[in-house]
């Protein structure tokens, strides 16, 4: 919220941000980097760190709005609270905020649609080009496999846990994923993973490998985890050894 509660001053919110940035990030100061007091942009670079972190630079502010704003947080900091005839106007400050918020995430879900469209159809492509090589299968459910080392015995089914190597990428080769690199083997209930990874995990059995290609409707779709390497739509790569069935 712009508006603090008496407990929670502007100041407080700017130096606990700052510090959880600083901390997120790895940050440590360093005594050979001079005065910082004496370079403006570092407190420039404060109030970038604070408008990314409260959200406030996702939303459609206008100028003058902006100009309030900054000046509404000079006033708390040089205060050290919130005036009465301030607080009153909390639940309009919330009113406000919520709209702005729902217009922020309309207009990120719009360009995550965009985004999606355009890697489903680079998957697409790419997929369509895989089904002709020899060796590659594709499954009912629409993932596409190739069995790289057969293995020996029973083939897992979802009530089962594994453990497992696996290697994940994108189509353009980007890796998001890896127990190899890690060098540390992965368990997994069955029932706990995407579609299209458990669906090709039931074509192998022990000891052997198996390279899964899945479509983004059974992988994460268009809302995968925020931040990552993996985009809406995007077609996914696992190459994976398994290990042990329980």
């Known amino acids: ?3 603090p509660k008496s407990d929670l001053t502007a100041k407080a919110l ?3 941000f700052l510090f959880t940035t600083l901390a997120c990030n790895g940050q440590t100061s360093d005594s050979n980097s001079g005065n910082t007091t004496e370079n403006p942009k570092i407190y420039e670079a404060i109030g970038m760190m604070f408008a990314q972190g409260s959200g406030l630079g996702k939303m459609e502010f206008t100028e003058e709005q902006l100009d309030l704003i900054l000046g509404g947080m000079k006033k708390g900091i040089v205060l050290g609270e919130t005036p009465p005839e301030y607080q009153t106007l909390q639940p309009k400050v919330q009113a406000v905020m919520m709209q702005k918020m729902q217009l922020a995430r309309q ?3 719009a360009e995550m649609a965009k985004a999606a469209g355009g890697n489903k159809a680079k998957g697409k492509e790419f997929l369509a080009l895989l089904s002709k090589q020899e ?3 594709k499954d009912p459910s629409g993932f596409y496999y190739e069995i790289l ?3 020996e015995g029973p083939s897992p089914t ?3 846990t ?3 190597h696996y290697h994940g990428t994108l189509i353009d080769g980007t890796v998001f994923d890896s127990s190899v690199d890690r060098g540390q083997p992965a368990s997994f209930p069955m029932s706990g993973v995407i579609k299209g990874f458990s669906g090709g995990l039931t074509k192998t059995q022990v000891g052997g490998k198996i390279k899964i290609y899945i479509p983004s409707e059974l992988g994460y779709g268009d809302n995968p ?3 990552g390497k993996i985009k809406p739509g995007d077609t996914l790569i696992f190459e994976c050894d398994l290990l042990e069935i329980n």
């Open 107 to 109: 207009a990120e879900q």
């Open 225 to 227: 985890r925020p931040g």
């Open 14 to 16: 700017l130096v606990g």
């Open 158 to 160: 979802m009530s089962n």
């Open 162 to 164: 594994v453990r497992l």
């Open 149 to 151: 080392k057969q293995g």
């Open 1 to 3: 919220m712009l508006i």
């Open 135 to 137: 060796g590659v299968k």
